[in-house]
């Protein structure tokens, strides 16, 4: 094999400076013109490509034909139907009403889903537009989409990097890859082959979106666009499968059993119609009827404005909702996955800890005294450059300077002047400046203490400059080691006296202490992981970071206790089966270090094979995978990439991981509020049917034309079912664990509660009222009435209002399913004391105004019958509270026999 095979069998990080040049065909003037414009041509434009999705008019059109809005089309079909065979009786007007909810409701998803759905504008963002190329021996300015395999390119301090390259040339550089590996520390990277390892860790590489915090290169493009790393995680996102919300599947699941309850129910009766002798057509038109009754038309509206509220309520709780569904699902999370960097912490340095004159100091303990050669070398020794951004100066370098930086303002620093630089390198580990201030000149030392302390002779102590002896060495390592032992970075500073900027030898020097740093936990995260654990929920931490700072960081806000939590690394967790990987899940205290973004999918996607209902809080474009793959992804608003808030259903406007235990208490109330409106909306049914049989089987007079269930059904009781949709969650929601997962929407006892309890008793009150008029006038049983007699207008125009009114009370009878209605305040849910005026409004509008009477075919009756419909609302009231009263005491004897 020629040694040119050889080369290119290497990994472009493996190869020497001129072999990688050679391997990808260039040269140290880079690339000609008409080279880059065949590889252009071969390799495509350097940028993120969008897979293949449904355009817009077919997503649009996807919203007006799911399960549900296919029963109310079918609804729609069969009234017109209806009014087609037996014109007059107002199908006509249901119809189109129906149509109108599908397509207003289809509507408002779609503009809620579209708005926020932009994440591949959002990954293009991360891309520099313009980078500086070498081409034909010059050094251009070109578009970065026009980068190619080969291309060399250089950048400097605060530039991002637009595709993945090898070092050619390089002078103190330092990259943050925290949107790859969600570690905040940034590495070191040099020039020069590098033993082979994980990609990402190769010292000699640069990658797409990922920015240089200090220090300029020259560097050789080996892969653009989708070839990148930064490519195959949006790869990711984009092939991460959308998961249904268990709102979504419970929803399906409503529909489905509202389809066949309707629809046999239809069918049931179209054959007893038959068995009666009906005539064939009247007998289809009452079976339409039927079903037509028992969909009912305004649950879909009021489920999407129920969850349209509540990202309203979440909103101003600084959590910000981009997919409506999502704002259940986080009440029905058992575990968050959380990304450490930027979410549990602050994501930036900051000094923690000193070691100084033979003690070791919690950083605001530290005081000036005694060590002004510490706080001096901390403020003078970095690559900072002070830039104004929006008006306001910012130092822009490498986050752990900036900390040393904002340390060193405690004390009285000396005015200097900075001499010479002898800058950071790999290799060595350290860097040095040399400045003049107190009429001398001084070399100030700071980097990693294995590397420092070799180069110390004396130290400064309590009493002095002394000797640095062996057994000073050993107290300041086992400093170094019980600061590292805390998840700490742990750098030495020292310095010594110079007799001339010429003098740059760092030797001889004079150890001043170590400064411990650390990104710190956000303060009001421990209280949210202590709400977590007493909600049931599991917090598991997912981080790319060193494990020993991961672990400190999880015994310091409370996500861990035990003295030996298990810690899985990635190269670890690559090894292992799905099978293993299940099963460590099963530890009470676990967290995962070091991780790619492709192993957190597979924590996730373990976590749902074993039933959890997982959240994945995340800031990186590392994240947006697993926050896509997740049953809710949570990004950070202020420090998160776009890339992860593209990705996410929830986002974080304050950054504050104490925001999801809030928008988890909203979630939990979205459920139990579902539940409060379904048991409202589904009572109205019963009164709403057993007229309509009565009017077959008996031969009654229909009681409530179809007109008028379609007034209840999307007018009257829509704004109270509303209001039972904003209550406010109760204070015991986030003392409960987490719903069982086998548990429904539409349970039993719900649906026993609706149309076995409250609908007949609404049923009996409102026929009550309906035949009271009737005989109040002289009407007797088997007399006919004409769809237009005043007196039909004006029972059905009672029996309609007795619903109505009935409903009124109903409202406050289904703020909880046990509790009694003296137990919620009035006041605590405004909606509610405004929907109960628009229903009674709507109802006097509808009876008294004559546009209401022509539209609904309805009377004014005797002033009388208004308190005999409060009476029987009020009954129902009294029955229904009973009932709530034996079920606390048959629980309180069960709970203390």
Known sequence: MSLATAIRCMHVSHLADAEALAGLGSTATGLDSTTAALRLAEYGPNRVEDMASAPLWQRLLQEFGHFFALILWLAAALAFFAEWRVPGEGMWQLGVAIVLVILINGAFSFWQEYRAEQALAALRQLLPLQVKVLRDGVLRTLPAEALVPGDLIELEEGDQVPADCRLIEARGVRVNLSTLTGEAQAQSRNAGSDQ????????????????????????????????????????????????????????????????????????????????????????????????????????????????????????????????????????????????????????????RQIFAGGRLLAATEAGAAGLLRLYTGAHYGHQLKLVVQEGQPRWLGEPME????????????????????????????????????????????????????????????????????????????????????????????????????????????????????????????????????????????????????????????????????????GDALRLMTPAQLQIALDAPEILFARISAEQKMLVVEALKRKGEIVAVTGDGVNDAPALKAAHIGIAMGQSGTDVAKSAADLILLDDNFASIVNAVEEGRAVFENIRKFLTYILTSNIPELLPYLGFVLLDIPLPLTIIQILAVDLGTDMLPALALGAERPQHALMRQPPRARDERLLSWPLLARAYLWLGPLQAAASLAVFFTVLSVSGWHYGDALGRLEPLYLQATSACFAAIVIAQMVNVFLCRHPQQPVWHFSLGSNPLLLAGLLFELGLLLAIIYLPIGQALFATAPFAAGFWLMMLALALLIGALEEARKAWLRHRSALRHHP
């Open 196 to 351: 082979p390892g994980h990609v990402l860790d190769a010292s000699n590489l640069l990658f797409a979106g990922t920015a240089l915090v200090a220090g300029a290169c020259r560097a050789i493009v080996f892969a653009t666009g989708m070839r990148t790393e930064f490519g195959r995680i949006a790869h990711l996102t984009q092939t991460a499968g959308e998961t249904g919300s268990p709102l979504q599947r419970e929803i399906g699941r409503l529909s489905r059993l509202v389809a066949l309850f309707a629809l046999t129910l239809g069918t049931v009766f179209f054959g007893i119609g038959m068995l009666l002798g009906l005539p064939f057509w009247s007998n289809l038109m009452f079976a339409i009827g039927i079903i037509v009754a028992n969909v009912p038309e305004g649950l879909l509206p009021t489920v999407t404005l129920s969850l349209a509220m509540a990202t309203q309520r979440m909103a101003r709780r600084n959590a910000l909702v981009r997919h409506l569904p999502a704002v259940e699902t986080l009440g029905s999370t058992t575990v968050i996955c959380s990304d450490k960097t930027g979410t549990l912490t602050q994501n930036r340095m900051q000094v």
């Open 402 to 569: 900036i900390a040393l930086l904002e340390f060193s303002a405690a004390a009285p620093i000396p005015s200097a002047q900075v001499l010479d630089e002898i800058p950071f390198t790999g290799e060595r580990r350290r860097m040095s400046v040399i400045v003049s201030h107190d009429a001398a000149d001084w070399l100030y030392c700071k980097g990693a203490p294995e590397s420092v302390l070799p180069l110390c002779a004396t130290w400064e102590s309590s009493a002095g400059l002394q000797q640095l002896d062996t057994a000073t060495r050993q107290q300041i390592t086992a400093a170094q080691e019980a600061m590292a032992a805390q998840g700490l970075r742990v750098l030495a500073f020292a310095w010594r006296r110079v007799d001339d900027a010429a003098d740059r030898e760092e030797c001889n020097l004079v150890f001043s202490g170590l400064i411990g740093l650390a990104d710190p936990p956000r303060p009001e995260v421990p209280a949210a992981i202590a709400r977590c654990h007493s909600a049931g929920i599991r917090v598991i931490m997912v981080t790319g970071d060193h494990p020993r700072t991961a672990t400190a960081i999880a015994r310091e806000i409370g996500l861990i206790r035990g003295e030996a939590p298990v810690v899985i690394l």
